[in-house]
C-alpha cells in the first residue's frame, strides 16, 4: 500500500540547533507538502514540491527550508530552532494531475519541541 | 491569497441528530477551486473524506455530503444522523485551479454524545 512516511516520530530540540525533518513517499507522486498545525490554526503551509529538485514557499516559510533531492524524499530544515516552532508538522503527498489532482495523501506527523 | 473559514472549533452532537459543520472559503483565481473535507479519526492519520471539483455538484461518503455553492463561496459538511463513531477532527480545504498546493481551514471536532 502506498504511504507517507515521516522521521522522527518525535523530536525534542534545543533553541539555536539545526533540526531535520524527514518524508518519504511510495506512492510515486509529484507533489509533496509540508504543513504545521497549531491549535486554532489547522494545517498552515510551509513549504511544497513539485518534483525532484524543486521547492516553493508556502503561506509560512519564514525560519524553514526544504530540500527535494528525489522524488520520495522531502525534507525540512529548521536551521536555527526556536521556541515558537513548536508544533506538529506533517507531510503530505499528491498527484498532480488526473482525477486525484490536489488530493492528499498524509503522514502520521513528527511532534517537535524546542526548549 | 486562498483561504477557508471554519466558524465552529468544537460541536457537540447527540448521537442520531442532524450536523452541519460550516465551511466558507475565498479563492484567487477567477475560476472554480477544488473543494475537500479531510477528517482524523481518534488515533489515525488525517485522510480524505471527500472531494468535489464542480460548482454546484454534491459529493457523499460515509453518510455525510457536502454541496458546492459557488455563489455562496460554502462548502458545508452534513448528515443527517450522526454515530458515536463520527467523533473526529474534520478539516475543510480548497486547491485553486491548477496544480496548486491545498490550503486548510482550522478544523472542527466532532464529538457525538451517546
Known amino acids: 500500500e502506498a504511504a507517507v512516511t515521516q522521521s522522527p516520530r518525535n523530536k525534542v530540540a534545543v533553541t539555536g540547533g539545526k533540526v531535520t525533518l524527514s518524508c518519504n513517499q511510495t506512492n510515486n507522486h509529484n507533489n509533496m507538502y509540508w504543513y504545521r498545525q497549531d491549535t486554532g490554526h489547522g494545517l498552515r503551509l510551509i513549504h511544497y514540491s513539485y518534483g525532484a529538485g524543486s521547492t516553493e514557499k508556502g503561506d509560512i516559510p519564514d525560519g524553514y527550508k526544504a530540500s527535494r533531492p528525489s522524488q520520495e524524499n522531502f525534507s525540512l530544515i529548521l536551521e536555527l530552532a526556536t521556541p515558537s516552532q513548536t508544533s506538529v508538522y506533517f507531510c503530505?503527498?499528491?498527484?498532480?494531475?488526473?482525477?486525484?489532482?490536489?488530493?492528499?495523501?498524509f503522514g502520521a506527523g513528527t511532534r517537535l519541541s524546542v526548549l | 491569497g486562498d483561504s477557508v473559514t471554519q466558524t465552529e472549533g468544537q460541536v457537540t452532537v447527540s448521537e442520531s441528530k442532524s450536523l452541519i459543520i460550516n465551511c466558507t472559503y475565498s479563492a484567487t483565481s477567477i475560476g472554480y477551486p477544488n473543494l475537500f473535507w479531510y477528517v482524523r479519526y481518534p488515533g489515525e492519520g488525517l485522510q480524505l473524506l471527500l472531494k468535489v471539483i464542480t460548482a454546484g455538484q454534491k459529493g457523499s461518503s460515509r453518510g455525510f455530503e457536502a454541496t458546492y455553492n459557488k455563489e455562496a463561496t460554502s462548502f458545508h459538511l452534513q448528515k443527517a444522523s450522526v454515530q458515536e463513531s463520527d467523533s473526529a477532527v474534520y478539516y475543510c480545504a480548497l486547491s485553486d485551479l491548477g496544480n496548486n498546493a491545498p490550503r486548510f481551514g482550522a478544523g472542527t471536532k466532532l464529538s457525538v454524545k451517546p
Open positions: 503530505a503527498s499528491g498527484d498532480a494531475g488526473g482525477p486525484s489532482q490536489n488530493t492528499l495523501y
